[in-house]
């Protein structure tokens, strides 16, 4: 069975400064990995996507991650955060072979707050 | 941009009866998705939707749950003699040609049973 570990529940950060949102997992099988953003009232809107490839991947409004395969985690990143991306931010994972037809599994979710 | 469309935002329900969430996916995409988050809890897959039958379900997508792509736009859920522990949030969701296309979210349907 997979899994996904979103390691912290809150993360407080002030306008401008880096943050890091930190995302593990556990599948026994190849995964593809995504980071989605829920805005107050608003659906899941995906941020950005590892399927293969380059292990660093950019994503909108900024926001990059690095898949690493070895520490089995896909942490976010944004040099210098702002007020608007104050939201709650989510990791999730889809097997990339087994029968599993396209279920992903979520993190439990990070509340991401820019303060001014 | 193509969205996906969920109707209503908001639904509440006395326990015990039926309802219908609504889910327009993408236009061109062909699979489809149902989710749900019971607050402060995570985002759970229900139901996978692939030429016209379920691909896969959850433990939790018992009897009482069932989908339906009725015509060639619109996507349902429904839930029969609903419970209090069916209050939750109902995301849809669609992906393109492939399961493994990054999914698209509705914004939701959010479910109060009293």
């Known amino acids: 069975a997979q899994s996904v570990t979103q390691l912290d529940s809150q993360v407080p950060v002030f306008e401008e400064a880096p943050v890091e949102l930190r995302c593990n997992y556990s599948s026994s099988v190849s995964v593809y990995l995504f980071w989605y953003v829920q805005y107050p009232n608003q659906g899941l809107q995906l941020l950005l996507k590892y399927l293969s490839g380059s292990t660093l991947v950019k994503g909108i409004n900024g926001f990059e991650a690095e898949f690493n395969k070895s520490q089995t985690s896909f942490h976010l990143r944004k040099p210098s955060v702002h007020i608007s991306d104050t939201a709650e931010y989510f990791c999730?994972?889809?097997?990339?072979?087994?029968?599993?037809?396209?279920?992903?599994?979520f993190g439990q979710g990070t509340i991401l707050t820019v303060h001014p | 941009e193509p969205e996906v469309t969920q109707t209503p935002s908001h639904q509440v329900t006395q326990m015990g009866q039926e309802v219908i969430l609504r889910c327009v996916p993408i236009s061109n995409h062909l699979y489809f998705y149902w989710y749900r988050q019971i607050l402060g809890q995570k985002v759970e897959f229900l139901v996978s939707f692939y030429n016209n039958e379920i691909s896969e379900k959850s433990e939790i997508f018992d009897d009482q749950f069932s989908v339906e792509r009725p015509d060639g736009s619109n996507f349902t859920l429904k839930i029969r003699s609903t419970k209090l522990e069916d209050s939750a949030m109902y995301f849809c969701?669609?992906?393109?040609?492939?399961?493994?296309?990054?999914?698209?979210f509705g914004d939701g349907t959010r479910l109060s049973i009293l």
């Open positions: 999730a994972l889809l097997n990339a072979g087994g029968t599993s037809y396209g279920k992903l599994t």
């Open positions: 969701a669609s992906s393109g040609t492939s399961r493994n296309q990054p999914q698209h």
